[in-house]
Each structure stands twice: as C-alpha cells, then as structure tokens.
C-alpha cells in the first residue's frame, strides 16, 4: 500500500521518465550527510529543488523550506509537487 506522497512521487517520477531531457537525481535520506528535498533536477542547465507532498499539503515543512532557501540561493528553483483534486501533478513554485 503506498501511501499519499509516495503516490506523488511515483507521478512525478513517472513524468520525469517520459521527458528524456530532464536528469534526475531522487537521494535516499539515511540521516547520514546533508538533508535535502525529495528530487533533485537538471533541465537546460537550470537547477531544481523538488518537494513532493501528499494531496492538500501546499507548505514545505522549515527545514525544507531552509533548504529551498538555499537551492535559491545559488541560482536554482525549488517548487513543491503535489496531486490535484484530478489526481494529476500540481507544480507550486516556492520563491520565499
């Protein structure tokens, strides 16, 4: 049984296979090294930060949204990935 966010990240990875342009990195959290959020994307040599959340969750929780901050920082974008009331994905850009 998965549960809600391993349904969005299985969506997400799903779109991510079809798009044979976009390189994708998803790290395995161990609490070993530094944290960070779910995916990790490169597209056209523009870097993005991915949280995904279950249905309904629209907020990254502080330490992701520190890491966002970072991602930002240097030059990349961070968005928060959840499913829509259709199941499809709902991207959200997070700029703060």
Request: hydrophobic residues 40%; glycine residues 8%.
């Amino acid at each position: 049984m998965q549960t809600p966010e391993a349904r969005t990240k299985a969506k997400l990875k799903a779109w991510i296979k079809d798009q044979k342009w976009i390189y994708a990195f998803w790290p395995v959290q161990t609490g070993y090294g530094a944290a960070t959020v779910d995916c990790l994307l490169s597209i056209n040599g523009v870097f993005h930060g991915i949280e995904c959340k279950r249905q309904g969750l629209k907020k990254p929780t502080n330490r992701q949204a520190a890491i966002m901050r970072e991602i930002r920082a240097a030059g990349g974008t961070t968005w928060l990935v959840t499913l829509n009331d259709l199941d499809q994905l709902e991207w959200i850009e997070i700029t703060e």
